[in-house]
């Protein structure tokens, strides 16, 4: 059977952006700015540069900031650890409205590193999602007013180690607990009067192109609370993409800024981008990250990758092409 593939202005001319309580939002995967892009960055340079006219054209801009932005610490013992120079948040706050936490290196160099990117984002006016001084306040979600809709956006990690989670009393992420999350999920609407709710997922193993049953359960129970999409990384490739109750569930978009991939699959990501209005998300399509060895994507608007709109039963495949009007 030949498959279906689209433009991607032809999905989006039939989800008009300039309608009224409309909003895009964009979401790339993981994020690391030290090594060598970080080093592209001091010297003026710009590792997301390729993307920067797709983010313009978004409402909600944000990605996973897979490490510690600071300048103190000390590296905990792992494998890998990353902390960028603080001088990379002027490249991010030119791209991205703010960024989720909650995944297994925002706590590499510990917890006052961890507090001091927290004070940095603050001061460069970069919004922040499962990440907080205290478990209270990384349990609340990001709200973000745009276009008479009021959205709601949660972020949790499940990838060890679980030290890196907020404590009462003690700055860190938000650990996907499922009661927890279900009962943030929940408080978005009652307490934060959300219209739209967005959990961010870190979760999944490594290389694992289909996600597990453990991600697949999670997502529904998140969709059941009352989770419009479900959005999830840490893979380090991209996974399949699910509907459930009529809502997307994009597993895993991969990495986006990215040095150290062993392999062409993780050199490839999606750049997502969600449709919104006061049903929830009616319409998304990918954009196609191709990462090189030093980390940087390029933006390949040739390959075919997933797109779906309301009321497709499942996703189709579509070819960026030339971009649809805002």
């Known amino acids: 059977m030949m498959a279906i593939v689209l433009t991607t202005q032809a999905v989006w ?19 690391t700015l030290d090594s ?34 600071a300048t103190t610490g000390k590296a905990v013992p792992k494998h890998y650890t990353f902390r960028a120079h603080p001088r990379v948040l002027q490249t991010l706050k030119r791209h991205v409205d703010g960024v989720t936490l909650a995944n ?19 001061s460069h006016q970069i919004a922040q999602a499962g990440g ?54 929940r408080r978005a609407r009652s307490i934060h009067r959300a219209d739209v709710v967005l959990p961010f997922m870190h979760w999944g193993w490594e290389n694992e192109p289909t996600a597990n049953p453990r991600q697949r359960a999670l997502a529904k129970k998140m969709i059941e609370a009352g989770a419009d999409a479900v959005v999830g990384g840490h893979p380090h490739v991209t996974q399949d993409i699910e ?14 800024v990215m ?52 009321p497709w039963g499942q996703e189709r495949q579509c070819v960026a092409g030339s971009r649809p009007d805002k």
């Not at 001319?13 to 994020?31: E, I, N, R, W």
């Not at 509907?243 to 986006?256: A, H, M, R, T």
């Not at 919104?276 to 075919?304: C, E, L, M, W």
Request: charged share 20%; hydrophobic share 40%.
């Open 259 to 310: 040095k150290e991939t062993d392999n062409p699959q993780q050199r490839a990501g999606w750049v997502l981008r969600l449709n919104i209005d006061a049903t929830g998300v009616h319409a998304f399509d990918t954009h196609v990250a191709r990462i090189n060895h030093q980390g940087v994507p390029s933006y390949d608007k040739q390959a075919p990758s997933p797109c779906w709109q309301r």
């Open 104 to 122: 297994n290196h925002s706590g590499d160099y510990g917890r006052a590193a961890f507090a001091e990117m927290l004070t940095l984002l603050s």
């Open 243 to 256: 509907l459930y109750q009529g809502k997307p569930i994009i597993y895993s978009v991969g990495n986006f």
């Open 36 to 69: 060598t892009p970080g080093a592209l960055i001091k010297k003026g340079g710009d590792p997301l540069q390729a993307f920067g006219e797709l983010f313009a054209q978004a409402d909600v801009r944000l990605l996973n900031l897979e490490c510690v932005v």
């Open 132 to 185: 907080g001084m205290n478990l209270r306040e990384a349990h609340t979600p990001w709200m973000v007013e745009k276009n008479g809709l009021r959205i709601a956006i949660l972020s949790y990690n499940e990838f060890m180690p679980r030290s890196y989670e907020a404590d009462s009393h003690a700055p860190g992420v938000a650990w996907s607990e499922d009661e927890q999350v279900v009962d943030d999920i």
């Open 13 to 31: 001319a039939q989800t008009p952006h300039t309608a009224s309580k409309q909003v895009q939002l964009v979401f790339a995967g993981d994020t």
